[in-house]
């Protein structure tokens, strides 16, 4: 990976993937005015195609849909094994690191095509909250080599104390409280107390990053193994991801960022998370189509193969064009998150808007086009409509996200005062 | 960036040595097609250089630049988009060098007469017969849906020429002189009250063999070449963000608060998201082009470009409240085409119909990705191996 990749890498966590501000970027009298460079490439790399396949096979090899739905009922829900080996061995852990860092230099981009693969396995590893979202956080804060290295290497594993359902730019309300540390503790140390509701990827975590109300509000890294943390595993409509309620009571803390820069990171962290839950989605709703088209071919009523009827054949075209254009959207907001584009905000809105809605008609065809079987537990559908149905209310739902286009492409609401329509 | 740098200087060596204000505007474009900077992606001797597609925009650009007299290409959408690639990959070079110069230039217009009456989306059915008579064809038989055949002088045409085999095996493709005896031109008026389109009948018209496309029987391979660069013209076109319909949308949407509700707003926000995608799905498209990597994606971008048209026009007219109620002219007029960008959301909203009609119905268009992008089993087909003549009607 290149250095210039690697740097390029480091800026738009710095300056922030937040979606928050209003209208950023856009004038009064139009809409945004679209990627800072021109349209960026598309298309996958001959190095984003070959670490693709190296996932791919490791996937193949270790998460079968079968372990994966054997594992939903067991009290590991999530797979660290084979979390070591993507994160450590295939280096998924460290791709949006610099190398200076400990990381692999790479970028949103190869970020992505990781996240699009662990979709369509639906697999259980801590990657989006981890090695993005936690990552993500931890570089815009700064200062935190140590930390990202531990990460980056596979060797400690974070989370971010946020709700899944959290959006970027929706500071969610604060639920933990900063307070004081004890007499005998060392100066920068606080305690915090408070809880957070439906926290993905938290389980397996060595570290929590927990945004806390106080003066001022921040970010504190608090270790899991904590005398005073409580991880309650939620059962969570998608087991292949399964969420935790998380309560501190009185946890010492270290503060990682502090007022604006603390909101900064949290923001990046969050978009950053959108946008590649948005690729996670896209290899759901790819693989749903897959499996589907090749079951209406093999299946066979009225002496011919289902998928040889108009109605069945009409939807499933629907749907290739759905996830066409799904993919799209999503290598334009990698491509933008990996060069720190001014149009990130706006092209991760509407990835995750148009990722989000294909993966769920996705999961919803598969269950109805595999007809009787889809229904069961026995036939991996409802896997990937869990997946699906859950990821899209993850870090935002299309509704939230195409709602922020209202100030990034310049579509205000109605106003309050009733419209009267025949002032014109 | 050598060959970038080289057309370059082709262009500024022509514009040196044909003086813009002097030069005949035909002479003109004669001679850029001859000096093959006219489409430079085509061959060498018919107007280019066998060059990457993509270079054109250098070349365009830098006649732009200098003021040069263009081609018109809007006036001649189907002779630029679906004839000229028809007759460079089916045609011979006798007609290569005859028909594609003043196509170009746009001293011939071109129109296309594929679909009857009784062939629309069963284009292959079509009736319209040819019979052989030494060393030319007499044709009779009725085309619809013809733009441009009031200004056409040519026209891409597709016949029956063998009743007695199955309905594939027997066309002939040719292309016709729209100013020969026993062709006559009608006006067919659509819902928007105008009529771009129009009804060609056929009445014993006679065409040398010489101007026969492919061999005899050939002709729906041929007509298949035509169609698939239609669907490619249709929706393939690069935009700016905001450059669809969208934009009328949305700047309604800004300048009059007063249009806005709820339910709007949630519509023109998916709507606006939903252009948005579909031009960045072109942008990919056209980059897996460029790459040359042919994807399927192709086929999705007709109909999408036919969805988002038609749900925006729609939203336009209720934005538009009172408005929405007034037509601007129902009188009958004959328009060069669609007019997306300069009229009223009235005439958008009725024109947007025809999207999901003409070029293949949006219907059609799912079976081809069905069957062959997804690899879905094909249609029962009663009509394959029987002779067209046998075929109930």
Known sequence: MSQTTQTETGSPLAGGASTGGPAAG???????AGSASGMPDLLYSDAESQLRAAVRALLADR???????????????????????????????????????GGAGASYREAAVVAEELGRAVAPV??????????????????????????????????????????????????????????????????????????????????LLVPAD???????????????????????????????????DDVPARRIAAGAAAEQAVAAALGAGAAMLASELLGVAERCLEMTVAYVKERRQFARPVGSFQALKHRLADLWVAVTQARAAARYAAACLATGDPDAPLAIALA????????????????????????????????????????????????????????????????????????? | MLAEDDLRSQVRDFLAAHDLAAADRLDFLRARFD????????????????????????????FAAA???????????????????????????????????????????????????????????LATRAVRDGDHWVVNGQKVWTSSAHLAKRALLVTRTDPDVPKHKGMTYFACDMTAPGVEVRP????????????????????????????????????????????????????????????????????????????????????????????????????????????????????????????????????????????????MRRPDGANFYGRDPGYRYLRAKGNSIEGGTSEILRNIIAERVLGLPAEVRLDKDVPWKDLPR
């Open chain 1, 26 to 32: 856009s004038a009064s009298g139009g809409p945004a």
């Open chain 1, 63 to 101: 998460a079968g849909w079968r372990d994966v739905l054997a594992r939903t009922e067991t009290s590991q829900p999530y797979d660290t094994g084979l979390w070591r080996a993507l994160a450590a061995d295939v280096g998924c852990a460290g791709l949006i690191v610099p190398e200076a860092l």
């Open chain 1, 126 to 207: 801590p990657y989006l909250g981890s090695a993005i979202v936690a990552t993500a956080a931890l570089l815009s804060a700064g200062e935190e080599e140590e930390l990202l290295g531990a990460l980056a290497a596979g060797r400690a594993t974070a989370a971010l104390a946020v709700p899944f359902a959290a959006a970027p730019g929706a500071r969610p309300m604060p639920t933990i409280r900063v307070s004081a540390a004890h007499d005998d503790e060392p100066a920068g140390t606080y305690r915090l107390s408070g809880s957070v509701r439906g926290i993905a990827d938290v389980l397996p975590a060595d570290i």
């Open chain 1, 214 to 248: 106080g003066v001022p509000y921040g970010l504190y890294a608090v270790s899991a193994d904590e005398a005073g943390v409580t991880l309650a595993p939620v059962v969570s409509l998608d087991a292949t991801r399964q969420l935790a309620d998380l309560t501190l």
């Open chain 1, 352 to 424: 995750k808007a148009a990722c989000s809605d294909a993966a769920v008609k996705a999961g919803q065809e598969t269950v109805q086009l595999h007809g009787g079987i889809g229904f069961t537990w026995e036939h991996p559908a409802h896997l990937y409509l869990k997946r699906g149905k859950s990821g899209s209310i993850g870090f935002g739902t299309a509704d939230r996200h195409r709602g922020s286009l209202g100030a990034l492409a310049n579509l205000p609401a109605a106003s309050a005062a009733p419209a009267t329509g025949a002032s014109r």
């Open chain 2, 35 to 62: 000096a093959g900077l006219a489409w430079v992606h085509y061959p060498g001797g018919l107007g280019g250089q066998g060059l990457p597609r993509s270079l054109q925009q250098v070349v365009d650009g830098e």
């Open chain 2, 67 to 125: 003021g040069a007299p263009t081609n018109n290409p809007e006036r001649n959408g189907i002779g630029l988009g679906m004839a000229a690639p028809t007759i460079l990959s089916c045609g011979s070079q006798e007609q290569k060098k005859r028909w594609l110069r003043p196509l170009w230039t746009g001293e011939e217009i071109w129109c296309q007469l594929f679909s009857e009456p009784g062939a629309g989306s069963d284009l292959a059915g």
């Open chain 2, 188 to 331: 067919l008026r659509q819902l928007t009250g105008e009529a771009e389109f129009n009804e060609v009948f056929l009445s014993d018209v006679v065409i040398p063999d010489a101007d026969r496309i492919g061999t005899v029987g050939d002709g729906w391979r041929v007509a298949t070449a035509t169609l698939m660069n239609e669907r490619v013209a249709i929706g393939g076109a690069a935009t700016p963000r905001e450059g669809g319909m969208i934009a009328s949308a949305a700047h309604t949407w800004r300048e009059h608060p007063e249009l806005r509700t709820p339910g709007l707003h949630d519509a023109v926000l998916r709507l606006w998201a939903d252009a948005e995608v579909a031009r960045l799905a072109g942008a990919r498209l056209r980059q897996q082009l460029a790459a040359g990597q042919p994807g399927p994606e192709g086929s999705a971008a007709k109909l999408v470009f036919a969805r988002l048209n038609q749900q925006i026009s729609e939203f336009e007219v209720e934005l538009a409240g009172p408005d929405g109620l007034r037509y601007e002219d129902w009188s």
